[in-house]
């Protein structure tokens, strides 16, 4: 079995992908009120802030801060998938169990990468926001509902137009 070895580095920021196991699976938008409850509990118990998330059919890549003196954000994920888990299951959403009789919505590790600097977390803000252009759900940053791109707007941070190519550049609109 490999051996992982996570960053740990007391009150850092993280760029953190988790997914889920069926990757043709639409749970997360489809019942993304319940993910944000399940998010909202947790930060209640084991505060952190959230910089940055996009939320896909199938994944979701967030950032996230630490509070000083806290290393542990596999708890915090281990809760927000269990919460959001059981919620769906008790909805009648189809979800199998493992051998060891585990819900088994979720992929069973996820991603996470310390951010370096300021330059690495433009970079990664950037990465969430244009996500659902990358994966065709959208044309426009802006068209997709379950992103922090619309926090990052109304405070100003960035222009609503970020990332969208002049018409007739590129294809044009969608």
């Known amino acids: 079995m490999v051996l992982y070895r996570r960053d740990r580095t007391p009150g850092a920021t993280y760029f953190l992908t988790v997914t889920l196991r069926d990757r043709n699976a639409r749970v ?13 509990l947790t930060r209640r118990e084991r ?10 059919p199938d994944h ?12 542990d954000f596999s708890s915090r994920w ?15 959403v189809a ?3 493992n051998a060891r009789g585990e819900f088994d919505l979720w992929q ?8 370096r ?14 996500n659902p252009v990358k994966h065709g759900h959208v044309a426009r940053p802006g068209q997709w509902p379950y992103s922090s791109f619309h926090r990052y707007v109304r405070e100003g941070v960035i222009d609503p137009s970020w990332a969208v190519a002049p018409e007739g550049e590129f ?3 969608r």
């Open 28 to 40: 997360l938008v489809d019942h993304v009120d319940y993910l944000r409850h399940a998010f909202a």
């Open 47 to 56: 505060p952190f802030r959230v910089d940055a998330i996009v939320v896909l």
């Open 60 to 71: 979701l890549h967030a950032v996230w801060t630490l509070p000083v003196g806290d290393d």
């Open 78 to 92: 281990r809760a927000i998938k269990g919460r959001f888990t059981r919620v769906v299951s008790g909805l009648g």
């Open 95 to 97: 979800v199998h169990r």
């Open 108 to 115: 069973s590790r996820y991603w996470e990468h310390r951010i």
């Open 117 to 130: 600097d300021d330059e690495d977390l433009q970079r990664h803000v950037d990465y969430c926001h244009f």
């Open 171 to 173: 294809g044009g609109e």
